[in-house]
């Protein structure tokens, strides 16, 4: 009778062809002490293993094989981490799967591996120095995801209406949570915002309109609670909550409010592309009218200031000058091509959705300033110039409204140019939310590839939001960009799956292998609802 080692990889050698493809599951990690009733008897102990002999040498030295799945997948752990090896997927991210640090497993040294498999369903037990970790894959559609990710929001992240950050008292509790100010509040709202308004154009549920309206109103009070007409903030806090140590937080007259100055243009551009996607995919009259209103007065304030966003200090903010005073400066003229990108996408959604005339001219008059030609430049600077991930997120969500909108031959040409110089170097990142957008924009053609890559991508986002620490560094399965970012960190040649990497939202560089934290942070996950629904919306999702 042939021994279970010599069977696993005979099995293994035979590299049958590709099974079936099943329903796409989701990864679920729990931890358990040695002796909890619930690890089963054959996990607890420590098992040798057999050292892993295939070409494929893995993502770590020193793997051994512990388990067989009955599609051929082996698993296998060393002191670095467990690993999952599919000889039958075809996807890049699928052949081997990493699993590495506290999202996953108690502690990094595996001694024995236990595999459960009920149809779809599995169970992967792996027994590590401190106890055991269990990670179980369940059959869920990405609308279930979506569901699931909702209910995130709605447990721990809605503060005052706005989607926010929670802190976790104590580590990976999420019942310690506390809910807490982000210093970007408005855009991360907006963004759930518009992923609330494609979700109601898809499905028309009550519900999905309802937390539209909630979100809705959080921008418009950002705006409100400044006493400024068109000066929004980047945040509020009640009095009764603990006030953020940082940034610069100003009462509002009665005492009973703060909101945060120094406004940035990642929330003018967050503002703009969801009272857009508001306006056009689920409100009604009502919110309609608001939408106009708060529109007009943000903008009539960017045009009565020269186009700079002055603060109550009386001068700009710090990220929100858009005049050509500010394009003479050393730092302006790096930063025209994207703040022209944006400001130009502000009047064109403000020409759409008041119908003022007012603002067309304005808009046609700082086509004659030039502003269209800097858009050409974005990415483009001279020398390659730094890669800000989070600049590239403001400009995918002012390429949306501009192209959306923008009708003229020879400035949708403009557009959809540095649009799809953008694609070209953004395509490495395998983001779903930019490959949307380009393709809705006009600036490419859905392929077979693009589709799989977006769909992979969804798909592996977490579902622990827990911002623990990830390393990837030390893997022998990744090689280095000979150029580091701009904090002067190293960067992975090819981007890994998003359960491999931090917990990030799109602002975020994925090429970066090592970061996160501690675990005293939950991200509310709306990052990953936009792309999905706008997916669903043009069709490209099932």
Same mark, same amino acid.
């Given at each position: ?32 002490p ?15 293993g057999?050292?892993?002999q ?19 997948a ?26 590495y ?20 369903? @599995? ?19 990405l ?44 855009l ?11 979700r ?18 959080a921008?418009? @009070?950002l ?13 509020f ?45 689920v ?74 005339q ?18 050409r430049?974005y ?32 400035l ?21 939310l ?25 798909? @592996? ?19 280095f960009?000979?150029?580091k970012? @701009? ?39 709306a ?5 999905y ?7 490209w999702?099932?």
């Amino acid at each position: 009778m042939m021994s279970p080692v010599r069977l696993l990889f005979w099995t293994i050698g035979l590299m049958l062809p590709a099974c079936p493809g099943i329903a796409q599951t989701q990864k679920f990690s729990s931890h358990f002490p040695i002796e909890a009733p619930e690890v089963p008897a054959e996990v607890r102990a420590e098992a040798r293993g057999t050292p892993w002999q295939n070409a494929e040498r893995g993502p770590v030295n020193g793997l051994k094989a512990f388990a067989l799945e009955k599609s051929g997948a082996v698993w296998l752990g060393s002191d670095e981490g467990a690993a999952r090896f599919d000889p039958h997927a075809a996807f890049r991210w699928d052949r081997w799967q990493y699993f590495y640090g506290r999202r996953w497993l108690l502690d990094d040294h595996a001694r024995n591996i236990r595999v459960e498999e009920s149809g779809e369903r @599995r169970k992967v037990w792996i027994r590590t120095q401190r106890g055991v970790s269990l990670i179980e894959w369940r059959p869920m559609t990405l609308e279930d995801k979506a569901e699931y990710f909702d209910e995130r929001i709605e447990q721990r992240h809605v503060r005052n209406g706005l989607v926010a950050g929670s802190h976790l008292r104590v580590a990976g509790d999420l019942s310690s949570n506390e809910k807490v100010s982000n210093d970007n509040d408005g855009l991360w709202t907006a963004i759930y915002l518009g992923a609330q308004a494609y979700r109601y154009a898809v499905t028309h549920e009550p519900e999905a309109r309802a937390r539209a309206q909630r979100a809705l109103r959080a921008l418009l @009070r950002l705006e409100e609670i400044t006493g400024v007409p068109g000066l929004p903030a980047r945040s509020f806090v009640s009095a009764e909550e603990p006030l953020p140590g940082s940034g610069v937080w100003h009462p509002t007259p009665d005492g009973r409010w703060y909101w945060k100055g120094d406004t940035s243009s990642d929330e003018l551009v967050g503002h703009y592309f969801a009272y857009a996607a508001c306006f056009d995919l689920v409100a009604g009259d009502q919110e309609k009218e608001a939408i106009r209103k708060v529109v007009a007065r943000i903008t009539d304030y960017l045009i009565k200031n020269d186009y700079d966003l002055i603060d109550v200090t009386g001068k700009p903010t710090r990220w929100g000058e858009y005049s050509e005073r500010f394009f003479q400066t050393e730092e302006g003229r790096y930063e025209a091509p994207l703040r022209s990108l944006e400001l130009l996408s502000f009047l064109k959604t403000a020409c759409h959705i008041t119908g003022d005339q007012k603002y067309a001219a304005s808009y046609r008059d700082r086509i004659q300033r030039d502003y269209a030609g800097h858009v050409r430049y974005y990415r483009r600077w001279p020398g390659g110039g730094e890669v800000n991930f989070s600049d590239d997120e403001l400009a995918y969500l002012s390429y949306q409204p501009l192209l959306k909108y923008e009708k003229n031959p020879g400035l949708r040409k403009i557009y959809l140019g540095s649009l799809r110089f953008t694609w070209s170097q953004v395509r490495p990142d395998m983001n779903p939310l930019w490959n949307y957008i380009s393709i809705a924009s006009g600036g490419g053609r859905m392929t077979r590839a693009v589709r799989e890559e977006s769909q992979r991508a969804l798909e @592996r986002i977490p579902m622990d939001m827990i911002e623990w620490a990830v390393r990837n560094s030390h893997r022998i399965d990744v090689r280095f960009q000979k150029q580091k970012d @701009r904090h002067g960190h190293g960067q992975l040649s090819e981007v890994l799956a998003p359960d491999e990497r931090v917990v990030e939202k799109w602002n975020s560089n994925p090429h970066i292998p090592d970061g996160g934290g501690a675990g005293h942070g939950e991200d509310d996950g709306a990052y990953f609802l936009l792309p999905y629904w706008m997916g669903r919306y043009h069709g490209w999702v099932k």
